[in-house]
């Protein structure tokens, strides 16, 4: 359960912002048919988080060893950092047409725009962490519609009220204290 708890947390707060959160509000904004965009993101969160869950347990599973230990535990610190860095929607992305209608569109942006993500990269880093795909698919799946299904219901209000250099702050800090527990435990400090 700790995979499952852990992984929503960090993504849910790591997503707020995010270029995905922000391509939520366009595709809101711009199809005003919320239903289809939250099956896009949840179809295309499934299947991308799925994979890099999967990458990352098999990257445990191989590369054992506190050396990889401390390598996870380092992602997560530089993870931590670069969720202080503002993402910006790709505004020529959003402006294409939907020929294959808002499902298939919404899948097709997410999946691809979640690719090299930072929450794609704590995925992959929470797999190799708590060796647990399915959980940690879950997890960051549950964290990406916390974040994203408001985000599509409340679109453009949502960004004027919440302040978001406070919640990248908080999920910064995150990244980083897992990161340095986990350093923290493989020294045998804990």
């Known amino acids: 359960m700790e995979a499952l708890f852990t992984s929503t947390a960090v993504v849910a707060l790591a997503e707020i912002g995010d270029k995905t959160m922000l391509l939520a509000i366009v595709l809101a904004t711009r199809f005003k048919r919320p239903v289809p965009i939250i099956l896009g993101i ?88 708590f060796n647990d795909v399915l959980m940690v698919t879950f997890g960051t799946t549950a964290g990406m519609m916390i974040a994203n299904v408001p985000a599509v219901f409340l679109g453009n209000e949502l960004i004027r009220r919440v302040p978001l250099h406070v919640v990248r702050a908080i999920a910064a800090m995150l990244f980083i204290v897992i990161g340095l527990w986990m350093a923290a435990e493989t020294a045998g400090w804990f």
């Not at 499934?46 to 347990?57: K, W």
């Not at 992602?75 to 790709?90: C, E, H, N, Q, R």
């Open 42 to 129: 949840l179809a295309a969160t499934l299947a991308n988080h799925f994979l890099a869950a999967f990458v990352g347990a098999q990257a445990a599973a191989f590369l054992e060893g506190d050396w990889f230990r401390y390598l996870v535990a380092a992602s997560f610190v530089v993870m931590g950092a670069w969720t202080l860095i503002p993402d910006k929607a790709d505004e020529d992305a959003a402006a294409a047409p939907a020929r294959f209608g808002v499902f298939v569109t919404t899948f097709v942006a997410f999946f691809l725009v979640e690719m090299g993500d930072k929450t794609q990269l704590a995925t992959v880093a929470l797999a190799a962490r």
